[in-house]
């Protein structure tokens, strides 16, 4: 069962526009979100979350939208620049047994062409 | 540069070998998390630690072996590994609920 699904496998962007990244999930449980970048052969980097009483949050190029009544949120990056080529993952935060642990999209690798 | 250090950052090993992974944080966070990563794949949870203490077994097989010696260092023993245990395993810790994870850099597994 997956809970947070990112449909789009892969984006591609030409450099200077936006782009937009989307996850959906099932859990209503969840009341925390984030989005993750990660490169080969380095760990996850955080960019930016949003708590589920907000509906934006920004941070400099990155913007996260909530709805919840959708179930979806997306990463808006404008402008798009060749470093942000990367995997973007889509998280969760739930709680368990009084511990947090995350659930991760698929992820949905992006690729910023100049 | 990362804040949590993960080390080795490559690992080859047999199947009837012990080893261990290594992770260290000085960030204060009291949370610290292993997780696995398969390629193409988003990564998941193995254990968590809260205080010390393991608050989290995702029914992980026990040829894997957390310990948590001290607020700031968790290792992940190894032994009697199989093939399809390789992947890409990632330390994580976190300070408070909502806060985000900090992840190490991973360390390869590649068991043969």
């Known amino acids: 069962d997956q809970q947070v699904k990112q449909n789009s496998p892969s984006l591609s962007v030409q450099e200077g526009r936006i782009s937009i990244l989307n996850c959906d999930y099932t859990n209503s449980m969840f009341d925390y979100f984030l989005w993750y970048k990660k490169y080969p052969a380095e760990g996850p980097t955080f960019l930016i979350s949003?708590?589920?009483?907000?509906d934006k949050n920004e941070d400099g190029r990155f913007t996260v939208f909530l709805n919840k009544s959708a179930k979806h949120l997306s990463l808006h990056i404008v402008p798009s620049q060749p470093g942000d080529s990367a995997v973007y993952f889509c998280a969760a935060i739930t709680s368990l047994q009084g511990a947090q642990k995350l659930v991760f999209g698929q992820g949905t690798r992006l690729t910023i062409n100049p | 540069d990362t804040e949590v250090t993960q080390t080795p950052k490559h690992l080859v090993m047999g199947m009837t070998n012990k080893k261990s992974l290594k992770c260290e944080q000085h960030?204060?966070?009291?949370?610290m998390y292993w997780y696995k990563q398969k390629a193409k794949k988003p990564p998941e949870l193995m254990f968590v630690y809260s205080y010390e203490k393991l608050s989290i077994n995702e029914s992980v097989p026990s040829r894997f072996s957390p310990e948590c010696p001290n607020s700031s260092l968790l290792n992940l023993h190894l032994h009697a590994l199989q093939p399809e245990d390789s992947a890409l395993y990632l330390c994580?810790?976190?300070?408070?609920?909502?806060?985000?994870?900090?992840f190490g850099n991973g360390t390869r597994l590649t068991v043969t």
């Open positions: 994580a810790s976190s300070q408070d609920r909502g806060r985000p994870h900090h």
């Open positions: 960030m204060g966070h009291r949370a």
């Open positions: 949003i708590s589920s009483i907000k």
